[in-house]
Structure formats: C-alpha cells, structure tokens
T-cell receptor
Framework: AQSVTQLDSQVPVFEEAPVELRCNYS??????LFWYVQYPNQGLQLLLK??????LVESINGFEAEFNKSQTSFHLRKPSVHISDTAEYFC???????????FGKGTKLTVNP | DVKVTQSSRYLVKRTGEKVFLECVQD?????MFWYRQDPGLGLRLIYF???????EKGDIPEGYSVSREKKERFSLILESASTNQTSMYLC???????????????FGPGTRLLVL
C-alpha cells in the first residue's frame, strides 16, 4: 500500500475559485507532513508543514492544510486561486524513524482565466 | 539565501555512456539526497548521504552509484546510461539529526537527462 496517496493527478479550476488538493497517509509514515510546490521548470520548494501543535497550518500565499488524525489526511486548500498558483503540488511525509521523505505522486493544479 | 545548485539543467547522453550529475549546497547540511521525478510517479529516492563518505540506498538504487567526498558536494553516477534512465533528477539537502527530520528539504532546480 502506498504510504502517501494523492487522490487526484490533475485538478483544473477557474481563477478565484476555491480548491482542495487531497492527501492521505498510511501508518507506515510518521505524522511529520509536508506540502511542496513545483512551479514550471523549477525544483520543489516547501509550501507548508505540520510537525505538532495546531492542526491547521498556513502558508504565506494563502494556502492552508489541516492535519486530521482520524481520517489520516492532510488536505491542502485555498479559498480563491490565482493564475500564478498553477503548479504541481506534492504531499510528503517522513518515513517512520528516518530522515527520508516519502512523496505522493503529485497533483497538477491548472488555474484557468 | 540558501542554495542548492546542480551542474546542468539539460543533458543529452548516449546509451552506455558514464554520466555524472553534480550537486552542491552552501548551507553546511549533513544530509543530501538524489531523487528522480517521472510523470505520474512523483519523486523516488535513489540515494541518500548523511555524512561525507557515507551513503544509503533509497528505493530505486539499481543502475546508479553516488560519491560524497566533501560535505557540500554529492554526485550521482550512471555507470552505463540506459534509455529507461531518461528522467528529471533532483538533488536536495537538509540538516542531520532531529533538526533535519523536521526541517525543510532544499531542492536544486533539477537536471533533465535524455538518454538516446
């Protein structure tokens, strides 16, 4: 079974619409959870992360994610997207007891005018 | 400003060639990683190094080797390139110990390798 599952490979939305990118994790990974973003022709950069404490974490550009232990989920949301949010988004978790990240397969978000 | 650089953005090689991909970080990080990224498969870990001259296999090490002679530099080697190694290769780094486990992995811009 996959350790980190991103349920949607592609998500097309219109500008200013809300969006949710879904991510579920399995018991084989720790609950240190991350979302990374990859803009076209670039490497990955951290968007936000959950380590402990408040289950709702926010990024500086309006994205937020909520750690839900009972549903083993860490979905990413934004209430109103911009064209510039077009990118591929990767959910990741630390492998239990290690410093290695396990990545989901990615979700391509396309924001249309 | 933190920086991870990779020696080439694009590379074209022939089957059977020996290929070197270089990665350099300027953050004094202990841990360095090599991933390959393929459409629909996400990122898969090839090798991981937690210190100079130390290395650990990732999930897909077959056909690859690595070298870490200096802390800031981590090289990925394709001993005999094959067409199924055509991919995007990403290098990343982070601190070691508990800090590294919880901190951001910093990524280079990637090397897109085409093996003909």
């Amino acid at each position: 079974a996959q350790s980190v599952t991103q349920l949607d490979s592609q998500v097309p939305v219109f500008e200013e619409a809300p969006v949710e990118l879904r991510c579920n994790y399995s018991s084989s990974v720790s609950v240190y959870l991350f979302w990374y973003v990859q803009y076209p022709n670039q490497g990955l950069q951290l968007l936000l992360k959950y380590l402990s404490g408040s289950t709702l974490v926010e990024s500086i550009n309006g994205f937020e994610a909520e750690f839900n232990k009972s549903q083993t989920s860490f979905h990413l949301r934004k209430p109103s997207v911009h064209i510039s949010d077009t990118a591929e988004y990767f959910c990741a978790a630390l492998k239990g007891g290690s410093e290695k990240l396990v990545f989901g397969k990615g979700t391509k978000l396309t924001v249309n005018p | 400003d933190v920086k991870v650089t990779q020696s080439s953005r694009y590379l074209v090689k022939r089957t059977g060639e020996k290929v070197f991909l270089e990665c350099v970080q300027d953050m004094d990080h202990e841990n360095m990683f090599w991933y390959r990224q393929d459409p629909g498969l996400g990122l898969r870990l090839i090798y991981f190094s937690y210190d100079v001259k130390m290395k650990e296999k990732g999930d897909i090490p077959e056909g690859y080797s690595v070298s870490r002679e200096k802390k800031e530099r981590f090289s990925l080697i394709l001993e005999s390139a094959s067409t199924n190694q055509t991919s995007m290769y990403l290098c990343a780094s982070t601190h070691g110990d508990e800090r590294g486990a919880q901190e951001t992995q910093y990524f280079g811009p990637g090397t897109r390798l085409l093996v003909l």
